[in-house]
């Protein structure tokens, strides 16, 4: 069984950067479409970015177009959330997701299509 540790979050200012990181145990996740999804107090989980398994697909919410890379290492078993010029509204718990492994090479949207998650970590941004 996969486990998902997501480690990177903390403290930002506003119109700073930060890199996530979402480390796989136990499998490979190198078959897998990977996702990162965000969930602020009270509100649900949204997806920002994900990477297709072969890393030749990804996609990214329009809140954080132009400003978020997703990236993935398959010898670190390790997928990766950079996100710069931070702002108040990306405060949020971050989760990393592992895609169903049925399916095509493609970035799953939706929070259905995952199958596993990591425990998050949060990002506060300060202004």
């Known amino acids: 069984q996969v486990q998902l540790v997501e480690s990177g979050g903390g403290l930002v200012q506003a119109g700073g950067s930060l890199r996530l990181s979402c480390a796989a145990s136990g499998r490979t996740i190198n078959s897998y479409n990977m996702g990162w999804f965000r969930q602020a107090p009270g509100k649900e989980r949204l997806f920002v970015g994900g990477?297709?398994?072969?890393?030749?697909?990804?996609a990214y919410a329009d809140s954080v177009k132009g400003r978020c890379t997703i990236s993935r290492d398959s010898a670190k078993n390790t997928v990766y959330l950079r996100m710069n010029s931070r702002k108040p509204e990306d405060e949020a718990v971050y989760y990393c997701g592992l895609g169903n492994p049925i399916g095509d090479d493609y970035v799953p949207l939706q929070v259905y299509e995952y199958g596993a998650w990591g425990q998050g970590t949060q990002v506060t941004v300060s202004s």
């Open positions: 990477i297709s398994r072969s890393g030749g697909s990804t």
